[in-house]
């Protein structure tokens, strides 16, 4: 927040956030400077000193971008602990996870907007929450002032608490990641030096801001560099992905960034004609991460618009955690289609280390292991959980402590970082591992009309492979389920020598997904198992029959 302010009284005038907002097809911009934010931060967080002290927990419930920066600053400002999260979606897990965020980070105040206070209010009436605080900072905040950026009191240690980021996993027992004041100093410079980010780099994107690739890489670190950051909502790149490109294009971007899926989603739905109208020459730095990234995307999508500008060595895979603040790699060299995984650069913020999860040894470079990471952008653990953070976070190696076990599987290669799949997603099969993204490309590849996918394992006397598969929205009913089922299973059989226990097409939005994109496997192993799906087609073995008939009568 120091340097915040510091950028604020050197260039008051100077944009901050460049809000882009969707009328009649067309995006218009929205500018906040560096003077009007800070402003609104030190008028914000003197009026949440009137009802929170010091580190407590206050939830970040908003949807717009503006007041989400202002009401995240704010909190850090004061020193409190800002928690950011999706607000309501009327989705009943999606609910539910905030009630589990409110309930596990004791949250004592709710920010909000005046667009989601009913829906706010009645979620935490209901849930049992009706004596926290819900503020709306649309409303009740004085104008920006002209004043110095003074501290409301001195200024936080690096080893406190900033905000709790919460991850991915169960909705009844959310995990909130304590992100210090240190973690992100670090964080910022281990940034600045993987990507060669400066004072003319221009960031921008629509990845939602409680997320941490959206939070620190789009919004924080811009702000920490005194650069403008030009941003869409979620929802406008998934009605028209054209509208990110052409906001790198129009607004001269060098630093934007998405999952794997997002690329994939602008080589399958931008057309030619749309493409000659971009410039794209000073994209410098397109990051993907947040997910497994696939090389073949990588290499489609720089072929795809190199017409428009773009250059090769543009595309940037990246890996990170929200354990690790952000960032622990990115870069490396160009990916081939025909490599298995994408090398996703040198280690940036952290010692990395490959360890056999089962023994704890280190493992020689080329071997696949535990990624293992270590470093000031490390998180100090898991709110309220100290026998995980133990666990998870304070593992030692070498004689060494300190050391954050990822659950990530990957191995290092010439200095670089490959990432291969999750310990827990792994599929042992007649004694060979056989990883859920692997299975779920090859599926996706059988047919136009497939949209999102997971795969998983179910127990028996052996693991059973079981496809998920959504349909396009209309596409199955003009279409031999039955014959396009024996297609994907005969195809899964080719590829990776494996006989699936069962395959369902189920309708679109089916596949649950985390709000980075990433899928859930482990929720719908549970769903399915529990005979919560309701498939427009399924084939299932007799043995994994008998697991739903028995999870059914349970």
């Known amino acids: 927040m120091d340097v915040f302010h510091a950028r604020a009284a050197e260039a008051p005038g100077k944009d901050a956030l460049v809000l882009l907002a969707e009328h009649g097809g067309q995006l218009h911009p929205e500018r906040l400077t560096y003077g009007d934010l800070a402003g609104r931060v030190r008028a914000l967080a003197a009026r949440l000193r009137a009802h929170a002290a010091p580190g407590d927990r206050v939830l970040i419930l908003h949807s717009s971008r503006r007041l989400f920066a202002t009401a995240f600053l704010a909190c850090l400002h004061a020193r409190l602990v800002a928690v950011p999260a999706a607000p309501p979606g009327g989705r009943g897990h999606h609910d539910e996870r905030i009630a589990g965020i409110i309930r596990d980070a004791a949250a004592g105040c709710v920010l909000t907007e005046t667009a989601h206070a009913a829906d706010v209010s009645q979620l935490l009436a209901r849930t049992g929450f009706g004596q926290v605080t819900c503020l709306l900072t649309d409303t009740g905040v004085q104008p920006p002032d002209d004043q110095p950026a003074t501290a409301l009191s001195p200024g936080p240690a690096p080893d406190e608490i900033a905000y709790l980021q919460y991850t991915s996993g169960s909705t009844r027992e959310p995990r909130g990641v304590m992100v210090t004041h240190g973690n992100l100093a670090a964080t910022m410079e281990a940034i600045r030096g993987a990507l060669g980010t400066g004072p003319a780099s221009r960031f921008g994107g629509w990845l939602p801001l409680h997320h941490d690739m959206g939070l620190v890489g789009q919004l924080l670190h811009p702000l920490w560099l005194g650069v403008p950051t030009v941003m869409l909502t979620p929802r406008t790149f998934v009605r028209k992905p054209f509208h990110w490109l052409d906001t790198v294009s129009r607004y001269g971007l060098t630093v934007s960034g998405a999952p ?64 690790a603040t952000l960032l622990v790699s990115a870069g490396g060299p160009a990916s081939s289609a025909a490599q298995s995984t994408a090398p996703c650069g040198a280690p940036a913020s952290a010692e990395v280390r490959i360890v056999d999860p089962g023994t704890g040894t280190e493992l ?161 192993r549970g769903m399915f198992l529990r005979g919560e799906l309701s498939p427009l087609h399924q084939r299932v073995d007799r043995e994994v029959e008998q697991l739903l008939t028995a999870g059914a009568r349970s």
Request: include cysteine; hydrophobic fraction near 40%.
């Open 260 to 323: 794997d899926f997002a690329y994939e989603m602008c080589l399958r739905r931008i057309g030619d004609p749309k493409i000659a109208a971009l410039d794209l020459s000073r994209w410098r730095t397109a990051v993907n991460g947040g997910e497994p990234v696939n090389p073949a995307t990588l290499t489609a999508f720089a072929e795809r618009f190199a017409p428009a500008g773009l250059r090769p060595d543009a595309l940037t895979p990246a890996y990170g955690l929200a354990e």
């Open 364 to 524: 020689p470079d080329g071997r696949t292991g535990e990624i293992w990471v270590r470093g000031d952008s490390v998180a100090h653990g898991y709110w309220g959980r100290p026998l995980e953070t133990a666990e998870a976070f304070d593992v030692r190696l070498g004689g060494r402590g300190g050391y954050l076990r990822t659950g990530d599987l990957g191995l290092l290669a010439e200095g670089q970082l490959h990432v291969t799949g999750r310990i827990k997603d792994v599929i042992v099969v007649a004694g060979r591992n056989l990883y859920p993204q692997d299975v779920e490309r090859t599926v996706q590849q059988v047919s136009a009309v497939f949209g999102p996918a997971t795969v998983f394992a179910v127990p028996g006397a052996r693991e059973r492979v079981v496809v998920v598969q959504e349909l396009r929205a209309r596409s199955h009913y003009d279409i031999d389920l039955a014959s396009l089922a024996a297609t994907v299973e005969a195809r899964i059989g080719e590829e990776h020598e494996v006989r699936t226990g069962g395959l369902l097409f189920v309708r679109p939005g089916t596949v649950r997904r985390t709000t980075s994109g990433k899928v859930e496997r482990s929720a719908m």
